[in-house]
């Protein structure tokens, strides 16, 4: 088996072991709120539901992460057309509420950014402990209790009054999602801000969820779940976020030397939270990583969606899928725009392989005779191989750099159509009505397996061992099954790239075999 066939072998293998990990081992789903019963006081949990919860935050939690979410403990409501928020009595923001139909749940309820148990944003802890013990049982006042967001902000100041300290948190919330805050003490004592825990609304396939350090040396840091170690500090943060696949809770427009620590939890997970001043500003953000929302906040933003290790090709990526939008006005047309330039641009590196697959194809019985005539003598017959391939010009690895220059390619585009938020509740045509979900009348998923079981026979083949050739006969059928689940915008992308490799290659088929006509002709007229 020739070199290039091991490579496509090893990467098709690799892919089928992508998605099949992810499919047998799918991201655990987060803890669900425990429902209330008439014993439980509006004001403090069941020793039973407080161990649910100190699961849930995977650590000992303090009292004010065991308040219920209830009506009772919330002081301020801000709504808008969008989403409605709330503030509690201990001066966070308890819950965000998207009223967007794409943000609805299996249930058909709609999505909650902050999670009911953990940590939440604006959360003040104090380094003294019996101050922060009497922080814990004094409520927040607030200056207003019913808010409405139309074109103008709304601000509303809340004041917490201890024996020796008083805290002021004066907040202004736009329409668009952010807020910026002004936290102030009347005396100087040492404490933090916690950013909240991450939202538990959407994390599928390879999609990471954890947090963000963005900083001014333009390094993204991210500690996924389960992989963050002990304590991190960092400096010069632009941003720091706790996200899943595409909802984030984001604070911003740090000083440069305030220290943003990201520190452990029992179960590995990031917690982040920064040592404030006595006075201290900063913005944040709670919604989903749109990149037209966010670039307008704040370009710095943009830098919260994140693409993984293919960041480097993905933005770029997104960027002209954005483009293409911005001309189709559809994210389905312009996913198959996408697939169809990035072809133009690999089509001559794809043609060289193509090329160089046929000749080996063709070579391969006069490979095997060789191999046969000097199988006791390896010195003589890798100079015989290499002669035959200088003769007739073949490479046998000219098919693998093609192939490894599209791998980063395909992953990049994977990344992007994983994280863009923009495609969900996106419908591209007919039955398909959101290309982040799965297609439930299975017809993409059975188009694309069609697809590459007819690009599979149009692909020179010059596999001998009985073992691969069966695990290439059948990968059709196991990428069918496997990419049953898969977002649809991701199934179109392969489908349509497929169909594309179809036309190359039957182009390629056609223009080998004129060559290799061409030469007979010419070769009858020279023995003429």
Request: hydrophobic fraction near 40%; glycine fraction near 4%; include cysteine.
């Amino acid at each position: 088996m020739s070199p290039n066939k091991r490579l496509v072998v090893a990467v098709l293998l690799s892919v089928v072991f992508f998605v099949a990990y992810t499919a047998i081992f799918p991201p655990k789903e987060p803890l669900k709120k425990q429902e209330n019963n008439s014993s439980v006081t509006k004001t403090h949990l069941t020793q039973n539901t407080q161990q649910i919860v100190e699961q849930q935050a995977g650590h000992k939690i303090s009292v004010q992460d065991k308040v219920l979410s209830q009506e009772s403990s919330n002081i301020v409501t801000i709504t808008n057309d969008k989403f409605i928020l709330k503030i509690d009595t201990l001066g966070r923001i308890s819950s965000k509420e998207l009223l967007q139909e794409k943000f609805r749940d299996k249930n058909n309820k709609h999505a909650q950014v902050i999670p009911p148990f953990g940590t939440k944003p604006l959360y003040i802890r104090f380094l003294d402990d019996a101050l922060n013990k009497e922080a814990t049982k004094t409520p927040y006042v607030a200056t207003a209790k019913n808010l409405n967001i139309t074109d103008k902000p709304v601000e509303v100041t809340l004041t917490q009054k201890l024996p020796d300290i008083t805290v002021t948190k004066k907040l202004t919330f736009y329409a668009d999602g952010h807020y910026d805050a002004k936290i102030s003490l009347s005396k100087d004592k040492r404490y933090f801000v916690y950013l909240g825990d991450r939202p538990h609304v959407s994390k599928k396939l390879m999609a990471i969820a954890g947090a963000m350090i963005y900083t001014d040396d333009g390094v993204a840091n991210i500690i996924a779940d389960g992989d963050a170690e002990g304590r991190k500090i960092f400096t010069g943060v632009e941003l720091a976020s706790a996200f899943d696949q595409y909802l984030a809770n984001i604070f911003y427009n740090f000083k440069k030397d305030i220290a943003v620590v990201v520190e452990r939890d029992n179960n590995d997970n990031p917690k982040v939270y920064f040592d404030a001043t006595q006075n201290v500003n900063f913005s944040g953000y709670i919604g989903e990583k749109d990149y037209k929302i966010l670039n307008s906040i704040n370009p710095v933003l943009t830098n919260a969606i994140e693409y993984g290790w293919f960041t480097f090709a993905a933005k770029p990526l997104f960027a002209l899928l954005s483009y293409l939008h911005g001309i189709f006005g559809n994210w389905g047309w312009s996913i198959i725009a996408l697939t169809f330039l990035v072809r133009v641009v690999l089509y001559p590196l794809t043609f060289k392989g193509m090329m160089s697959m046929q000749k080996m194809k063709d070579l391969a019985p006069q490979l095997k005779e060789i191999k046969e005539k000097y199988k006791k003598d390896p010195q003589k017959m890798n100079a015989a191989t290499m002669e035959m391939y200088k003769k007739h010009g073949a490479n046998p690895l000219g098919g693998c750099l093609p192939m490894l220059l599209q791998i980063p390619v395909f992953f990049a585009i994977y990344r992007v159509l994983l994280n863009a938020v923009e495609l969900q509740g996106a419908p591209w045509i007919l039955w398909v009505q959101d290309l982040s979900r799965m297609d439930h009348y299975y017809i993409l998923p059975i188009l694309m397996g069609a697809s590459m079981f007819l690009q599979q026979r149009m692909t020179p083949n010059n596999i001998t061992d009985p073992l691969q050739e069966k695990v290439f006969k059948y990968l059709p059928v196991v990428f069918t099954f496997f990419f049953i689940s898969f977002p649809s915008g991701l199934v179109l992308y392969w489908f349509v790239n497929n169909l594309f490799s179809i036309a190359q290659q039957f182009i390629v088929n056609q223009q080998f075999q004129n060559e290799k006509d061409a030469k007979a002709k010419l070769a009858k007229k020279t023995e003429k």
